[in-house]
């Protein structure tokens, strides 16, 4: 399965390129995951928990940054074992970049799976493949671009978001 799509992000590029590096970053954004250790020069380790139509597994696995052409383009690879549920295969040819005030995140994706997963049909597994990688970037976005936001607490006091963003520019001063 293959799929296409694109974000603008109200970030700088190099931020992006950051947060695309970053374990907390990464955890927060794939949907299911449990844990995510390790760095892009070495590779993440991660535990997912996901349900396919009928078929819940918690899948461990590995992703590798390779292609690190930095901070224009980048490719995500990993693969996760879920017992007797199957494997699944992927990744991400990521490219960045800028388009106004903002970063164009553009990637191609494709995912494979086997085992039990396979034998649920192409339109389900396209289905969850396409809703797990929007949902990825939709968070990604999100996270990042969080710094800086007001929100109210339960009192209806403002306080100030802690997004990634917010966090990576108080790091730079």
């Known amino acids: 399965m293959q799929m296409s799509g694109e974000r603008e992000i109200a970030a700088e590029r190099n931020a992006v390129w950051q947060a695309l590096l970053d ?21 993440f380790e991660a535990v997912v928990v996901q ?29 996760g ?29 494709e995912a494979r799976v086997g085992g039990k997963l396979a034998q649920l049909g192409s339109r389900i597994i396209d289905g969850f493949s396409k809703k797990m990688a929007d949902e990825f970037f939709a968070r ?12 109210e607490d339960s009192s209806g006091e403002s306080k100030q978001k802690k997004g990634w963003l917010g966090r990576f520019r108080k790091a730079e001063s």
């Open 23 to 43: 374990p907390e970053v990464l955890k927060a954004c794939v949907p299911g995951c449990q844990e995510m250790t390790g760095n892009a020069s070495d590779g």
């Open 51 to 79: 349900k396919v139509g009928p078929v819940k597994a918690t899948f461990k696995g590995q992703v590798t940054v390779s292609n690190m052409n930095e901070p224009d383009s980048l490719t995500l690879s990993g693969e």
């Open 81 to 109: 074992k879920g017992g007797a549920a199957g494997f699944a295969k992927g990744g991400a040819d990521v490219r960045l970049e800028d388009a106004g005030a903002g970063t164009r995140l553009s990637y191609d994706v």
């Open 140 to 151: 990604f976005q999100e996270r990042v671009e969080g710094g800086g936001e007001a929100a």
